[in-house]
């Protein structure tokens, strides 16, 4: 039988005989005319048949028939191709049976698994509400944070909800003797006390501080990024940032008693640091003003606030052994002696001329244009291309950026929180 006669008979062209004659809703009435034509014999070309769909007519659809290959141009079997040998047809109605029960099976499973993913995921979120409640967590609406338009308050102070939600991963983590960890209240100036610290501890070595990002080299602790696994692979004596306040510090702080390097920045180049911080930051995107910023700050509603509680816990221990306390402001005066009581601090004695070292490979500048050091490697995609993380790196910026109003309202804070400390900034 020539292939034209066989599809013009059958009223199809051959791609549509082929797929017809593979879906199984068809194949019987196809299979019927093939038989009739060819007494159960069923012609397929053998240019449409891949070798997947031999394998699913052998599997699934006839049997007692041959299936025959036949060469393209001739029409004639071809002799190299094997002879599917089909032993029955299968019936219209027992297919359409299995087929219905099997979608049936496949729609039980499917909603079985989509039933169950919702309810975890509703368990998960109510499971979360339960705890937080218990621990005197509260949910604080923030539109200005874009993104994120939740911040919580656990202790009286602010975080963010992936600090909240590792409470016990925070509280429980396992500290060691040797590390030396590098707290502040954000936009202290961290980041060039960290890289002091580093070099400090590392024998002064350059290379090596140049060979990795600083978040590499000293992870943050309460941020997902390199995150709580990281900073436990890590190896002795670790150096670890961190913006959390003394009083939400790993518990095993008071026993092993590490090494604490806290940085402290007076209240208002503090708070103009950290309005263009938010403002840089892409994974923010915070929508509002300065003005907004500064209400924010004085209001309790920026993350790590309140700023003079965090600032006061620090200072009430700073005598501790294991404590020392740097202000931001005596570190910009005279860092040579800065970086002198941290060589002693850290039992790391240091020659002048390695001071010197120091000195010059953390200037602003330096530091600016390092890219181990300078967040580069967030722009674009974290911080906006046209901004610095190392902004201006001055005392007294907030002359040229707070009113008169909000100047007062932050000296006024100031005094009343601090005035009976004897905790003092010099801010201009
Ligand atoms: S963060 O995001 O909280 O860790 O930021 P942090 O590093 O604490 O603070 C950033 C501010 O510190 C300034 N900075 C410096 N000033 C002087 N010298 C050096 N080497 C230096 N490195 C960082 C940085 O510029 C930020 O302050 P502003 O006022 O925004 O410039």
């Excluded at 990795?212 to 080299?217: L, P, V």
């Excluded at 503090?270 to 929508?287: A, D, G």
């Excluded at 300078?374 to 674009?380: D, E, F, I, L, V």
Aim: aromatic share 12%; charged share 25%.
């Amino acid at each position: 039988m020539c292939r034209t006669k066989l599809f013009s008979a059958l009223n199809l062209s051959p791609g549509c005989f082929i797929n017809r004659f593979l879906t199984s809703k068809c194949y019987l009435s196809v299979g019927r005319r093939l038989s009739s034509f060819h007494q159960g014999n069923v012609l397929i070309h053998d240019t449409y048949l891949t070798h997947k769909n031999q394998c699913f007519i052998k599997r699934r659809l006839l049997q007692n028939t041959s299936l025959l290959l036949l060469d393209h141009k001739t029409g004639k079997l071809l002799p190299n191709l094997p002879i599917v040998n089909i032993k029955r047809f299968v019936s219209h109605q027992q297919t359409t049976d299995q087929n219905r029960k099997r979608i049936l099976t496949y729609a039980t499973y499917f909603s079985c698994a989509i039933g169950a993913v919702l309810l975890t995921v509703v368990g998960a979120k109510e499971y979360k509400k339960l705890t937080r409640r218990a621990r005197g967590i509260e949910k604080i609406a923030e539109p200005l944070l874009g993104r994120r338009k939740y911040l919580y308050k656990y202790r009286g102070y602010i975080y963010d909800e992936y600090i909240v939600d590792h409470v016990d991963k925070i509280h429980h983590f396992q500290i060691r003797e040797d590390d030396v960890w590098v707290l502040s209240y954000p936009k202290a100036g961290t980041t060039w006390m960290e890289e002091i610290v580093y070099l400090i501890m590392n024998d002064l070595d350059i290379v090596k501080a140049r060979s990795k990002i600083i978040e590499e080299r000293i992870p943050f602790f309460e941020y997902a990024y390199p995150g709580f696994k990281a900073v436990t692979a890590m190896e002795s004596p670790r150096i670890i940032k961190s913006h959390l306040p003394m009083s939400f510090l790993p518990k095993q702080i008071k026993d092993k008693k590490p090494k604490i390097v806290y940085v402290a920045r007076n209240a208002k180049d503090t708070v103009v640091s950290f309005y263009h911080f938010f403002k840089m930051l892409k994974l923010i995107n915070y929508s509002g003003n300065l003005n907004d910023f500064v209400d924010g700050f004085l209001d309790d509603k920026i993350i790590y606030s309140p700023w003079s509680k965090h600032v006061l816990e620090a200072w009430k221990i700073k005598d501790e052994e294991n404590i020392l306390f740097i202000k931001y402001e005596d570190m910009k005066k005279d860092i040579s002696s800065v970086i002198q009581q941290l060589s002693l601090f850290l039992n790391r004695p240091l020659t002048d001329q390695q001071i010197k070292l120091i000195v010059e490979c953390t200037k602003f500048d330096a530091m600016k244009n390092n890219p181990a050091s300078n967040y580069s490697w967030m722009k674009g995609w974290g911080i906006k291309d046209d901004k610095e993380f190392l902004r201006k790196g001055i005392i007294g910026d907030w002359k040229n950026e707070l009113t008169t109003d909000q100047i007062e309202s932050i000296d006024k804070m100031v005094d009343t929180k601090l005035g009976n400390s004897s905790l003092v900034f010099e801010d201009k």
